[in-house]
């Protein structure tokens, strides 16, 4: 017989066991029911996204050029159709005429009827007009052919491919081919065609057509592995960031004329080998095969076996005399996580009314706990490091931002290079950048002549990365490296999606042109950090403060810790500046009193100091000031503010109400929604400048936090200075062309929309 303490261990395996069985059965569970979640719309999508892009032949081409075309073939989408197909524009050329295509299609993308036995249907289109639309893809927006009717009033259907899912076991996406019998086509002497498509996870494109004549004899194409014509190729995708996310209409017009009938689908090849990126499609938006790739099935039953031991070990647990916020009720394991993606705003405004300023949602095995309100926020800004802090929650910027910086640091190091970008914007360096900043919008508004029509969003965006190459990236960049490097942060910037957050390693195409981007963006920063190293001669930027910089130990600042404080810095300032600039103009040319005070405040500051816009004159423009102040509070850049609990604390509501809130709980504010507190800002959703004016001055009435658009406390935003006078000095700018032309003559139409669970009605 064993003693006490052994009959007791062998107790508590028993539920031990049991335990360890219902995880993995909850976790079993969990993954069929996520791997059944695909839709038929997804597999369209990814069958849109694999033929999307730029390929090229001329590598086969040049080892072999008697058996090779060097060709370039060019797809991107070109418009969605109300019932959700999308249409892509496709066009072939040679590489040494690629504005001269010889082919050009519109190809149609749908899920297969549900009588029918497949997953995808791929239509191709031969285009009567070939004229009005070629170079489609490399037309900006405003000169591509706009919508009118129907895709059949221009283009002629050719033939169609249905295409299901690869079965287990096989290197591929979907496959698929034409139904028997083929379609009409009269290329080469044919009578009719097949065509055969698949689409492998590693991002290639096999396709396969073969002719035929009335008699079923086979006059081009693939013939028992010998190709009549020996073209084989093999194309490599450069992802083209405008393609990827850019869609427009089209101008459906009838046209007598179509262009000669041919393969419906790729090259004259009998076969073709498209060599791109390879598609990943799943969860929170990215595009994984959720029944091939391993590794992610491997990733859903870990978090399907946390998952259900969490909710186990809580249900299990005996009770506590702790004082705990009050949870937001939702279905088990993944309620509040379905809750959160489908609308943080809208969430936050439902539950703040029904369990107050404190409440807690669970994510999974998470927890997070909202403070809404001044009254429940104070120790979320004012608390130490040890207490409460950043590192653990955005360390999903690690990979973008690069290793040695930022949150990758510990809080001392931190707080360092922190000193360096204090030191970079301090008011003497920012009045040094005023000219460079007017000098950047003069010429750029300039371009946009006495009439015309432009994009307020676009338009102000591009504005911004200009002037941040200029005063922060360095003159080598904005002279010589401009398109170079702003198409290297977009990769960065479209690398940061929803899954990164939680799998910010994820082997995703994002993540790849992502590492892709700021390794080679860290080459160029070390060509021209050295290149200034040895010139000796300094330049009035952020690079070169950034370069001179020391720690408090004597320590310089080395070439990766450069790069990646511009990066961080770029991040903050690009879309910080890109968002208050578009709202601010957007509102006030909505509401033109406020244009007009802000004219008027103009036509007096000029009067006393001149034309010149420097510094000085942008300090003393209150309503602009507060024009961009209100957009801010009702449109700040970030949604939600994180902090990782290290310690027990407690917080009491403006009820009187005290709430523990335990130590690893992650707690978040939202300056989104406590920016609109009713009981602080009056008539919170409406625009109004003046509620900031002296007399009024809302954000200061209800005491410390109540404007937390810049955040605020320990961990305040170091740009807020940055922000307005870029800003500031396009406001200027803008006011003055206005002013030249006079502002009756604008027309104002918006077109913008917010995405639904980010905004308010």
Known sequence: ??????????????????????????????????????????????????????????????????????????TCPATDIVDGSRVLYFEQAFRRAPQKPFRQRFYMVKPCPKEMRCDVELSSYAIRDVEEYKNFCERRKDQRPQTEEVIADIAEHLTTIHLSQCERGKHCLFEGSTPPGGFPNSWNGASYC????????????????????????????????????????????????????????????????????????????????????????????????????????????????????????????????????????????????????????????????????????NIVNRKITFFIGPEVSSHFFKAPEAELSQQ???????????????????????????RFFTEALRVTKLKSYVDQMVVEAEDYFSKWGECGEVDLKYELEHLIILTASRCLLGREVRDKLFDDVSALFHDLDNGMRPISVIFPYLPI????????????????????????????????????????????????????????????????????????????????????????????????????????????????????????????????????????????????????????????????????????????????????PDRFAPGREEDKAAGAFSYISFGGGRHGCLEIDWNAMVVGVKGQIVLLRIRARGSSLLVIRFYWSILPGFGFD
């Open 392 to 418: 653990e929650v955005y360390q999903f910027n690690v990979p973008t931002f690069g290793p040695g910086v930022v949150f990758d640091v510990d809080y001392s190091v931190r707080q360092e290079q922190f």
């Open 194 to 361: 097949t065509s055969e498509l698949t689409i492998h996870k590693n991002g290639e494109l096999h396709t396969l057509d073969r002719g035929y004549d009335n008699e079923g004899k086979q006059l081009w194409g693939s013939k028992g592995g010998v190709f009549l014509k020996k073209k084989t190729h093999r194309f490599r995708f450069h992802p083209r960031p405008s393609f990827t996310k850019t869609t427009t209409t089209l101008r459906f017009k009838n046209h007598d004329t179509l262009q000669s009938p041919s393969p419906p689908f790729l090259t004259p090849a009998p076969l073709q080998t498209l060599k791109g990126p390879s598609i990943v499609a799943g969860l929170l938006g990215s595009n994984m095969d959720l029944k091939e790739n391993k590794f992610f099935s491997a990733g859903l039953v870990f978090i399907a076996t946390i998952i259900v031991a969490k909710l186990l070990t809580g249900l299990l647990r005996s009770g506590s005399n702790r004082r705990l916020p009050p949870a937001i009720n939702s279905l088990p394991v993944v309620g509040g996580l379905l809750r959160f993606m489908k609308g943080p705003i809208v969430m936050i405004r439902e539950e703040y009314q029904k369990l107050g300023s404190v409440f807690t949602l």
């Open 509 to 688: 195409p994002a993540h790849r042109r992502r590492d892709k981007a700021r390794a080679r963006i860290a080459q160029i920063f070390s060509t021209i950090i050295n290149s200034r190293k040895l010139s000796g001669k300094p330049e009035d930027d952020m690079l070169q403060c950034f370069i001179e910089s020391k720690y408090k130990d004597g320590r310089p600042t080395t070439e990766g810790e450069i790069t990646g404080l511009l990066i961080a810095a770029l991040f903050a300032g690009q879309h910080t500046s890109s968002i208050t600039s578009t709202w601010t103009g957007a509102y006030m040319l909505r509401y033109k009193q406020y244009l007009a005070a802000a004219l008027d405040e103009q036509k007096q500051l000029l009067k006393k100091h001149g034309d010149k816009v420097d510094h000085d004159i942008l300090s003393e423009m209150d309503v602009l000031y507060r024009c961009i102040k209100e957009a801010l509070r009702l449109h700040p850049p970030l949604i939600m503010l994180l902090r990782q609990s290290h310690s027990d604390f407690t917080v009491k509501t403006k009820e009187g109400v005290e709430y523990d809130i335990p130590k690893g709980h992650i707690v978040a504010t939202s300056p989104a929604f406590a920016n609109r507190l009713p009981h602080i800002f009056k008539d919170p959703d409406t625009y109004d």
């Open 1 to 74: 017989m064993g003693t006490d303490s052994e009959s007791s261990q062998g107790g508590s395996q028993a539920p031990g066991l049991v335990l360890k069985a219902l995880v993995l059965l909850g976790g079993a569970l969990l993954l069929k029911r996520m791997r059944k979640s695909t839709t038929r719309w997804d597999h369209a999508r990814v069958v849109a996204e694999s033929l999307s892009g730029e390929k090229f032949s001329q590598e086969q081409a040049c080892r072999d050029p008697d058996n090779y075309f060097n060709l370039r073939m060019l």
